[in-house]
C-alpha cells in the first residue's frame, strides 16, 4: 500500500491558465476527499466521492472548480481562470468503507499552487 | 461560530513537560474526532481519534473526549523538540455525511 498519491507536488501558473491535479486513493478506499489549506489555516473542506458519486461540494468551491472521480478510483481537481487568491496547498484524502475507523481519512502529500 | 475552534498558539513548552492542547465542536452530533499533526510545509498525518468519553493513550500521547460539553484534548507527555508541530482537531459528524471539518490548528513550540 504506497498510500495517497498526488501530482503534480508543486505547479505555478498564470493568472486566468487552468490547471488540474490528479489524486490516486489507497487502493481499498471508497471514499476520497478534496480539501485547501493556506498559510496559517486548517485543511478546508471542498468535496468528497464516494467511490464514482460527488456527495457534497462545499459552497465555497465556486463554478471555476470541478471535481471528477468517473471510475470510481483516481479523481481530478480542475480550477479554471485561475486567481491570485486560489494559491493554495490542495491535499487529497481517502477513507475506507468500513465505519468502525469512525471515517479515519488518510491525506496525500498535497499540490502546492502558486498562481503569479 | 466555527465549526471547530482551537487555540491558535503558538503553545511553547519545555523539553520534557506536558503540551495541553485542547479543542471545542458546535455540532452535538459528531461521532469521531481525531488529531492530527502537520509539520510545516507537509500535509497532516494522523495522530489519533477517539470515539467515546473519557480517555484514550497512545505511547505518549492521550486523547481526551467529553461529548456533554464538545470538548476535546490531547496531552503529549514527555514531550521533545521533535514534537514542535501544528495539531489540527478534527470532527466527523453523522449529520455531515462522511465529512470530517477541521480546526485552524495550534503551533506547538517544544524548546530545548
Known amino acids: 500500500d504506497t498510500g495517497v498519491s498526488q501530482n503534480p507536488r508543486h505547479k505555478i501558473t498564470k493568472r486566468g491558465q487552468n490547471v488540474t491535479f490528479r489524486c490516486d486513493p489507497i487502493s481499498e478506499h471508497n471514499r476520497l476527499y478534496w480539501y485547501r489549506q493556506t498559510l496559517g489555516q486548517g485543511p478546508e473542506f471542498l468535496t468528497y466521492?464516494?467511490?464514482?458519486?460527488?456527495?457534497?461540494k462545499s459552497r465555497l468551491l465556486s463554478d471555476r472548480f470541478s471535481a471528477e472521480r468517473p471510475k470510481g478510483s483516481f479523481s481530478t481537481l480542475e480550477i479554471q481562470r485561475t486567481e491570485q487568491g486560489d494559491s493554495a496547498m490542495y491535499l487529497c484524502?481517502?477513507?475506507?468503507?468500513?465505519?468502525?475507523?469512525?471515517?479515519?481519512?488518510?491525506f496525500g502529500e498535497g499540490s502546492w499552487l502558486t498562481v503569479v | 461560530q466555527k465549526e471547530v475552534e482551537q487555540n491558535s498558539g503558538p503553545l511553547s513548552v519545555p523539553e520534557g513537560a506536558i503540551a495541553s492542547l485542547n479543542c471545542t465542536y458546535s455540532d452535538r452530533g459528531s461521532q469521531s474526532f481525531f488529531w492530527y499533526r502537520q509539520y510545516s510545509g507537509k500535509s497532516p498525518e494522523l495522530i489519533m481519534s477517539?470515539?467515546?468519553?473519557g480517555d484514550k493513550e497512545d505511547g505518549r500521547f492521550t486523547a481526551q473526549l467529553n461529548k456533554a460539553s464538545q470538548y476535546v484534548s490531547l496531552l503529549i507527555r514527555d514531550s521533545q523538540p521533535s514534537d514542535s508541530a501544528t495539531y489540527l482537531c478534527?470532527?466527523?459528524?453523522?449529520?455531515?455525511?462522511?465529512?470530517?471539518?477541521f480546526g485552524a490548528g495550534t503551533r506547538l513550540f517544544v524548546k530545548a
Open positions: 484524502a481517502s477513507s475506507p468503507p468500513d465505519r468502525s475507523s469512525g471515517n479515519t481519512i488518510y
Open positions: 478534527a470532527v466527523n459528524s453523522n449529520t455531515g455525511g462522511f465529512k470530517t471539518i
Open positions: 477517539i470515539y467515546s468519553n
Open positions: 466521492f464516494q467511490n464514482e458519486a460527488q456527495l457534497e
